[in-house]
């Protein structure tokens, strides 16, 4: 999905939040995201989805791959709340919140991210308090950086 991450800059200020650093497997997935599309890997001849992509599937061993589209609906499977010590940019906005997501269309495919009020809202938009193992979120889209859009999170029920 990623071979390394660097630090850039979030909505022009110097922040120096991590980016996504794309390898040719994962390169679809961040495409799919700059245009607000939550898509996952999926084989082309068996129809098993997996993430993170990678060029053969696990389970028949074919190289054909598809991207296929997700509701972008899931719950939270698991979660963590950082607190420094913690690099400057993300020890400024603790505590926040990171989940780690069950897709509702693919319920073996989780995806981490942050858990925000908004798509552009800060990482610490959300109390930790109100976060629970199990409440329904779905996606949205921030463009961290130009060019870069990540996914994250949105509770179902604010």
């Not at 109390?127 to 130009?146: C, L, N, S, T």
Request: with cysteine.
């Amino acid at each position: 999905m990623s071979t390394s991450m660097r630090p850039a800059t979030d909505n022009g200020q110097d922040e120096r939040l991590l980016l996504p650093v794309p390898d040719d497997d994962g390169a679809p997935f961040w495409a799919y995201a700059a245009r607000h599309e939550l898509r996952v890997q999926s084989c082309a001849a068996c129809g098993e989805l997996r993430f993170p992509p990678r060029p053969c599937c696990p389970h028949c061993q074919s190289f054909d791959h598809r991207w296929r589209r997700m509701s972008g609906r899931g719950r939270i499977w698991s979660y963590v709340v950082p607190h420094p010590p913690l690099l400057p940019a993300y020890a400024a906005q603790a505590p926040y919140t990171v989940v780690v997501v069950e897709l509702a269309d693919a319920p073996r495919i989780r995806l981490a991210g942050n858990l925000v009020a908004a798509p552009d809202a800060a990482l610490n938009s959300v109390d930790p308090g109100r976060v629970r193992i199990g409440a329904a979120v779905k996606v949205a889209f921030h463009e961290q950086a130009p060019g870069v859009t990540v996914p994250r999170w949105l509770l179902e029920r604010p």
